[in-house]
């Protein structure tokens, strides 16, 4: 007889890239502003602002995305992803990079209007940040290959158009530092993925939107926007 009142949910795993091993996924944290954006927040480093999705909100990027419901303004923002494969708290920095396992490229799909009103208002993100499928992410390549990726273009189009181009040089918060500051604040878990911000140029996507985007010596992901729910109230 199962100890369980009913079956638990299945292990969200992510591919390796040239592997038939599967990437186990913990918890996800995403970090709030990590380019230059041109505007006021810009001219102080400010303390970086972790947020949250569930585990379940991973999707491989690849097929369609799903668009959301409750919204009228579906956003992209292309990340370097940093996958954990040691446990650790309060991490120095200088060994911060030895709890790595890997890297990829993912989308932190956004509600744009949702988080705008939740800012206005003073309230949470949740809604905005943390529906199903808003975290497709790239197989994960091991940093045992490529190394601790520094340098490299980040980059996203729509329909051919670019619209965010950076680079990895111009992240305010290092991968390094970023682990050492999260850490601080929660044990990190292996299985654990960080976003670690998007530079500019984030916009709406319309249902049909072929998105092509990357990280440089990472990762790429090529997915489509499917059609608005019937249900969608905006």
């Known amino acids: 007889m199962s100890p369980y009142v009913f079956a638990p949910a299945q292990s969200v795993t992510l591919d390796v890239q040239g592997s038939d091993a599967r990437f186990p996924v913990y918890r996800l944290f995403c970090l ?11 001219a102080v480093r400010q303390a970086p602002l972790f947020f949250m999705k569930p585990a379940s909100a991973v999707v491989p990027a690849e097929g369609e995305l799903a668009y959301p419901p409750l919204t009228g303004d579906f956003c992209h923002e292309i990340e370097l992803v940093v996958a954990i494969g040691a446990d650790g708290a ?3 920095q200088e060994q911060a990079l030895a709890h790595v396992w890997g890297y990829a490229a993912g989308l932190d799909l956004t509600r744009r209007d949702l988080q705008m009103a939740a800012k206005a208002a003073g309230q949470p993100w949740e809604a905005a940040k943390a529906f199903d499928g808003s975290a497709p992410i790239s197989a994960v390549v091991p940093a045992s290959r490529i190394g601790h990726p520094d340098t490299g273009a ?9 619209r ?7 992240q305010i918060w ?8 999260l850490s601080q604040s929660i044990r990190l878990r292996a299985g654990d993925l960080i976003m670690t911000g998007t530079p500019p140029g984030v ?10 985007a990357g990280i440089d010596g990472v990762g790429q992901l090529d997915v ?11």
């Not at 980059?155 to 670019?162: A, D, F, I």
């Not at 916009?203 to 092509?212: K, T």
């Not at 489509?224 to 905006?234: F, T």
């Open 174 to 181: 290092s991968v390094s530092e970023i682990i050492s500051r």
């Open 32 to 42: 709030g502003r990590n380019y230059p954006w041109g505007d006021a927040q810009d």
């Open 164 to 170: 965010q181009r950076s680079s990895l040089e111009q």
């Open 224 to 234: 489509r926007v499917g059609a608005r729910p019937a249900l969608n109230s905006i």
């Open 154 to 162: 980040v980059w996203l189009r729509v329909n051919g158009v670019e």
């Open 203 to 212: 916009a709406a996507l319309q249902p049909g939107d072929v998105i092509s």
């Open 90 to 92: 309060d991490i120095p």
